[in-house]
């Protein structure tokens, strides 16, 4: 079956949202990513990407439109409740509790799951992230940049979610950290979970992307696949600065 073929698994219609109700940041989105897809979401400084997926998760407010998880509306679903419908949602900062252990990290996350299948969650995520399980008993905030990012993914994965919202996760890493986590992001959609990546780093994250959507002033102003945005001149007009996009011959 080719992505085009499987049931979505998250979408927004005509989404709406911002901090205050006359100010709409995000101004009627209209999104959908299907199942064990990994989709970028591009767009200058401010153009509204953290605050889309921020409505999505509960945190900020949705003035109109839906936000859907396969057929069920979750719109108004409380930020919190939102994991138990099966999406997960990783804030760009504050992701993880710096002053505890990583297994308490962890720990803390397998709340919400039954008591008798902590530890085998926790267990399979110490298999997946061997630089954690390495230490289990080190404080997050000794982590590096980069494991702090792992640290806060894995937490996002305990309780095994249909669909994985990030944003952000490679500002303030090195290129070479960035490549880490990245491929790590990519393995894990590899096992079947929906990643929504929201980015700045657009290269690296078109190389492990299917798809990207490009928002600009809160809105989807463009979509295709990765592959060929990389070379798309919207992209160099909006990213490298290219202010006026070459003409085709004969234009
Ligand atoms: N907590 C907030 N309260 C009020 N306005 C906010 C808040 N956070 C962001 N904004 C405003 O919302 C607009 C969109 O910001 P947002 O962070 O969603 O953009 P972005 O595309 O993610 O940009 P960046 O890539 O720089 O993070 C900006 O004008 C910003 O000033």
Do not use: C
């Not at 959609?189 to 690296?204: D, F, H, W």
Request: net charge neutral; aromatic share 4%; no cysteine.
């Amino acid at each position: 079956m080719t992505a085009s073929d499987r049931p979505v698994a998250l979408s927004t219609k005509a989404l709406v949202a911002g901090y205050e109700r006359d100010l709409p940041i995000v101004r009627g989105v209209d999104f959908a990513i299907r199942q064990g897809e990994l989709v970028v979401v591009l767009g200058p400084n401010g153009a509204g990407k953290s605050t889309f997926v921020k409505a999505i998760a509960g945190l900020v407010p949705v003035h109109s439109g839906t936000a859907s998880l396969g057929a069920a509306d979750i719109t108004s679903v409380p930020a919190h409740e939102k994991i138990r419908h099966g999406l997960a949602f990783v804030p760009q900062t504050e992701n993880i509790f710096a002053t505890l252990s990583i297994h308490e990290n962890l720990l803390l996350a397998a709340n919400i799951l039954p008591k008798e299948r902590r530890q085998e969650r926790i267990a399979a995520l110490y298999g997946m992230f061997p630089d954690l399980a390495a230490r289990p008993s080190l404080r997050a905030g000794q982590l590096s940049g980069g494991q702090r990012q792992m640290l806060a993914v894995a937490r996002a994965l305990v309780v095994e979610p249909s669909v994985l919202i990030l944003d952000e996760p490679s500002a303030g890493l090195s290129p070479k950290i960035v490549a880490e986590v990245f491929s790590t992001l990519k393995a894990i959609n590899e096992t079947g979970v929906t990643i929504v990546l929201v980015e700045q780093n657009v290269k690296a994250a078109l190389a492990i992307a299917d798809r990207a959507v490009i928002l600009v002033e809160g809105l989807l102003r463009h979509e295709g696949p990765a592959a060929t945005l990389a070379d798309d001149p919207i992209v160099a007009e909006l990213y490298l600065g290219a202010r006026h996009v070459p003409k085709a011959a004969g234009q």
